[in-house]
């Protein structure tokens, strides 16, 4: 316990160093920048800057970088040492308020969704406070925003910044009607579940699948699987355990406090979870925590994979998003409180929050959209693409009562009424999990299980942020010209319940009724990207981030372009990965397997005859069969990555997912089945078997 407490966050320009470092004002002033997300003031850079420089030198540091979130979805750094010519052949170690604040970075190289041409190159980072800087491999990072030379977002991290101050606007307009004069600011906050895969890193390598996309494009399933759920919550082998401790020796260090890790219920598979902490924090500390996952796994002899599907027919990878709403004096939002009106406030937030996610199905559907996550969603332990809200019957059943103006009576305490003018507390939720809901309450926050293990947490965040503002607006607007507010919040809760109540399901999402159900209620069921991506340009979608500051129309639109290339570009590099595996592995492998079985096939010269019923000749008559079938498909699947005229880039996704994915399904199949009939020492690459049984 000792060398935790001494080693946490000792890499980490955090509260207690700048304490240390910083004289009172300057501190005082940056701290209430962080806190309470003032303007910071330009005249104490200088000052920041010497102490920020003084503390990395002093922990091993020689370069410093700012650290952003491009649109491409991976981190961004550029190092520049402290060196600095000082004449006379020696140097000085510098480092200047303006190389601390504003960083200048080729722009034309990242994605844009055409805000930018390749000759236009200058693009700025700008130092984002209230996010501690740290050292990671001797770098000083500074977590940044990153934006054009015409101010355009280009990166994650901007939207997500102004979609909090919208959700800060409109949630303080509600809290003040309710007398909670003493608030300064809400923030949202989040904690992320990591799930991932540890594979040795040998049979990584060797697989050419796992190595360009991140998944198995062929594998057939060994005699077991997860189907024991042996694995789950069970003792942690000692090689896994042995990267755990150096993964959480890193993380504490760099002040990411990582709390929960357990197996998963997929053979191999993982889960590390996180605190709380505000949101932009958590997804920087959620992104550095995948790039020290990797890394770490490297040590070890291993390989962490964090696509949502590395293997077929077991469970796939999500990162579950626990968001909820805090105030600065430190009330949790979604906590029902314990008097009337601290349940009414509650109820009012809750209200938002279902309104929001109702109102704007797609977008939440299109907040985890990606090629890999397509083929978790509705899978085991993940939730169904069909959105919903999961409350539980205690807080339903509230919402019911209040609807219909009748008695709620609670279950395990005395009978309460339900007025027009006052609505009387009850017990936190005391509800079962719902582990099949998209989006569930559980207790005192919201845990969208949609998003996949690869992903930021960024787009998901700032979409949850954006909508729930726009709500919580409506509702203000509605609340503060009321007469009486006591009968307001009534009826609001009322009537939103009354227009909304069609997105909460308690039940079980993967029950094949409930599709049924779904659409009889109107609930929008997009079972693929492109699917989603067809609404991403529909006016309300683009009105809600635009009237709420959280992104210009152009901003808004780039990532529709950016979006579906990357799906494309995905399923592309996959279709290829495929092509490539057959002819130069596989088809070669089973050829010489198919030789070897010819050579030992029985003659009967007496007869004239094979031995039709016999091991070879069955094997060899269903090898050539599944060969023609593949390279039939193999044929399709290199005519249609064939160039084509221009298309838009939601015609081309829709292309990808109609015509090459089912072809590459066709295909798969038909090695898989191969795989089982094939002499092990024959066959080209590490099985499931290695892969998910290999680490010790």
Known sequence: ?????????????NDTVMRERLSESTYRELNNTIKNGE???????????????????????????????PLSGATAEKHDS??????????????????????????????????????????YTAWDPTSYAFIKDNILCIPTVFCSYSGEALDHKTPLLRSMEAINTQAMRI???????????????????????????EYFDRREDLVMTGRTLFGAMPPKGQEMNDHYYGSIKTRVSEYMKDLNAELWSLGIQAKTEHNEVAPSQHELANNFLTTNVSVDQNNLTMEIMKKIAKKHGLECLLHEKPFARVNGSGKHNNWSIKTDTGVNLFDPGETPRENAQFLIFLTAVIKAVDDYQDLVRISISSAGNDHRLGGSEAPPAIVSIFLGDELTEILESIETDEQYVNKQQDQMLIGVHSIPSFPKDNTDRNRTSPFAFTGNKFEFRMPGSSASISTP???????????????????????????????LIQQSFKNHKRIIFNGNGYDAAWIKEAKKRGLSNYASTPDAFAH???????????????????EYRSRYEIYLEKYTKTVNIEALTMLDMLKKDILPAVRQFEKELSESVHYDRELGL?????????????????????YRNLIELEQSLAPKPHQSALTTAFFFHDQVLPVMTQIRRSVDEMELITDRRCWPMPTYKELMFGVD
């Open 1 to 13: 316990m000792t060398d935790i407490m001494k080693t946490f966050g000792k890499k980490v320009f």
């Open 39 to 69: 303007y910071l003031n330009s005249d104490i850079a200088e000052e920041v800057a010497n102490a920020m420089k003084e503390w990395a030198i002093e922990n091993g540091a020689t370069h410093f970088t700012h650290w952003f979130h």
């Open 82 to 123: 402290f060196v600095s010519t000082a004449g006379g052949g020696k140097i000085t170690l510098e480092f200047s308020p303006n190389n601390l604040v504003r960083g200048e970075a080729d722009a034309s190289a990242f994605p844009s969704g055409g805000l930018r041409d390749t000759f236009e190159a200058r693009g």
């Open 175 to 201: 809290l003040k009607l309710f007398g909670n004069q003493d608030v300064g600011h809400v923030k949202t906050t989040v904690g992320a579940e990591q799930e991932y895969f540890l594979v040795d890193k």
């Open 461 to 491: 965040n700032t979409i949850l942020n954006t909508i729930v503002a726009e709500a919580l607006k409506q509702f203000a607007d509605k609340l503060e010209g009321a007469e009486d507010l006591n009968t307001a919040v009534h009826d």
């Open 536 to 554: 991403y340009l529909d006016p309300k979608n683009i009105r809600v981030f635009v009237e709420n500051g959280v992104m210009s129309e152009t």
């Open 610 to 630: 094979f031995d039709e019923s016999s091991y070879e000749v069955q094997t060899l008559l269903s090898i050539k069969s599944l060969i023609k079938d593949i």
